[in-house]
């Protein structure tokens, strides 16, 4: 008679086990999911008409919503101002002071 498995702690039984080859996860996550990131991107990328100045002219979403955002600050709106200050100040940084290359003394 054949010796029988013992089924305990980190021991499931034998037939319920996944099958060698066989994924855990059948259905898992679709291919071709995308996140919150990339959605935006996309849809701040897309095109759209826009009048300025009597003219047409097409434009990314994005490049419409930033020039609104900096009419809005510009004509005293205080909201639209702190949210256009963040991206002014990213975009001024100046450059960092290049490191000296002298050797320093060491004391001995």
């Known amino acids: 008679?054949?010796?029988e498995?013992?089924?305990g702690y980190r021991k499931p039984p034998k037939t319920t086990r996944f099958e060698a080859g066989k994924s855990g996860n059948p259905k898992g996550r679709p291919k071709g999911t995308t996140n919150l990131a990339t959605d935006l991107s996309a849809e701040l990328s897309e095109q759209i008409t826009v009048r300025e100045g009597g003219q047409t002219r097409r434009v990314t979403k994005q490049r419409a919503l930033i020039k609104s955002l900096t009419?809005?600050?510009l004509q005293g709106d205080v909201r639209a101002t702190t949210h256009c200050s963040p991206s002014m100040r990213g975009s001024c940084r100046s450059r960092p002071?290049?490191?000296s290359t002298r050797s320093r003394r060491t004391s001995s």
């Open 1 to 3: 008679m054949a010796q």
């Open 71 to 73: 009419a809005q600050a």
């Open 97 to 99: 002071k290049p490191r």
């Open 5 to 7: 498995y013992e089924v």
